[in-house]
Antibody
């Protein structure tokens, strides 16, 4: 069974840092690109960051560029999001999502998410 | 990177059909046949119901269909059922490993 399990969320003060992890299982991890997608409570989905199969290509939403860093470890079948200089508006449920394929570019598998709360 | 534009809410009675629009720009929807749609029930992970503008993943009801014209994509749900009540999001690939989501549409089945 394909599974993505996020961890690392929590409460952090503005300006602080957190590192999110996503453990993948049930598929060949390095065959797929991955992304982080967040949902602010009561609001919509926002794509945050993406990485290709080998980590050689990364991209970020303008709202997090320069503060967040995406990475992956294909030996550990894990995806990461290092979040620095956190702001109140970063408070959200963070999902990791698998990119179905290079030809479809859809998110065909999602984790349940990990909650990040930025508050003083 | 402004969000794609969706109506905030739509509603319909059981058995009816509804259409949700998703308007983007020449940099996203118009440029790529890579629009996907997601069904999101509160407390659950989003689920892809349409990819590649018109394709349905295995196991998704044929009552869901997608289309695109110019800068606008659309999701149509026919034969509405109570379990279709959820939030729906469009998403377009926007090049260089980036994506953009719509603001979401809340579907109410009356």
């Amino acid at each position: 069974e394909v599974q993505l399990v996020e961890s690392g969320g929590g409460v952090v003060r503005p300006g602080g840092s957190l590192r999110l992890s996503c453990a993948a299982s049930g598929f060949t991890f390095d065959d797929y690109g991955m992304s982080w997608v967040r949902q602010v409570p009561g609001k919509g989905l926002e794509w945050v960051s993406g990485i290709n199969w080998n980590g050689g290509s990364t991209a970020y939403a303008d709202s997090v560029k320069g503060r967040f860093t995406i990475s992956r470890d294909n030996v550990k079948n894990s995806l990461y999001l290092q979040m620095n200089s956190l702001r109140a508006e970063d408070t959200a449920l963070y999902h990791c999502a698998r990119v179905g394929s290079r030809t479809t570019r859809d998110f065909d598998c999602w984790g349940q998410g990990t909650l990040v709360t930025v508050s003083s | 990177q402004s969000a794609l534009t969706q109506p905030a809410s739509v509603s319909g009675s059981p058995g009816q059909s509804i259409t949700i629009s998703c308007t983007g720009t020449s940099s996203d929807i118009r440029s790529y046949n890579l629009v996907s749609w997601y069904q999101h029930h509160p407390g659950k992970a989003p689920k892809v119901i349409i990819y590649g503008v018109t394709k349905r993943p295995s196991g998704v009801s044929s009552r869901f269909s997608g289309s695109k014209s110019g800068n606008t994509a659309s999701l149509t749900i026919s034969g509405l059922q109570s379990e279709d009540e959820a939030d729906y999001y469009c998403c377009s690939y926007a090049g260089s490993t980036t994506w953009i989501f719509g603001g979401g549409t809340k579907l109410t089945v009356l």
